[in-house]
């Protein structure tokens, strides 16, 4: 900030300090915390992540602010919605399957794959369920190895998974990869 300059009565020039900043209220900063807090709720609540979501929202209802309160509120009863219809009574592979392949649909790629991976507990050899984890982890991204793994099974348990990996958009980050590219088309690889 600059400095204000003053003309006295003696028409001298006084240089007069800009007043000390103001050091926010307890009441402020508790204010800017708890807004914090909303927007990484909401943030997991966009990212489908109830249950984080709804652990910070639970603390925020009982904030001073009253209109944060009730956004807060809101979004917990949303939570709470949403969380009280996915308690299911997953027993079987396909069960886990199904439910698996929702998630994915739905972007819960972690959860997903969670359920695919007890899926393959309960049936290791079925094909489909290997494709469903193959194409879970191509979206995720972070496991290409686990991906082509999974792809691989699926082929060898029904060939025709080989067909259905080469129209797959959720395979299209796999594309330039030539492991991909020779396992879904072993007619164009070199012998």
């Known amino acids: 900030m600059k400095a204000r300059l ?14 000390a900043p103001r050091r926010p209220t307890p ?34 209802v009982t904030t001073p602010s009253t209109d944060l309160a009730e956004r807060a509120r809101v979004y917990l009863n949303i939570c709470n919605q949403r969380l009280s219809r996915s308690i299911l009574h997953l027993k079987t592979a396909d069960d886990f399957y199904n439910h ?17 991976k007890k899926a393959l507990k309960l049936a290791p050899k079925c094909d489909y ?3 469903a984890m193959a194409t879970t982890e191509a979206l995720r ?5 686990g991906a082509l793994e999974h ?15 080469q129209k797959d958009p959720d395979f299209s980050n796999l594309e330039e990869d030539p492991r991909f590219t020779e396992m879904i088309y072993p007619e164009k690889s070199p012998a």
């Open 141 to 145: 991204g972070n496991n290409v190895e």
């Open 27 to 60: 009441e402020e900063v508790a204010l800017k915390n708890a807004l914090e807090q909303f927007a990484n709720a909401v943030n997991l609540f966009s990212n489908n992540e109830f249950s984080k979501a709804r652990g910070i929202l639970g603390r925020l």
């Open 151 to 165: 792809l691989q099974k699926a082929i060898e348990l029904n060939a025709q998974n080989r067909y259905l990996a």
């Open 100 to 116: 698996g392949v929702q998630l994915a649909n739905q972007g819960n790629l972690d959860e997903a794959e969670e359920c695919l």
């Open 129 to 131: 369920i290997h494709y």
């Open 6 to 19: 003053e003309k006295s009565p003696r028409q001298k020039i006084v240089a007069v300090k800009p007043p």
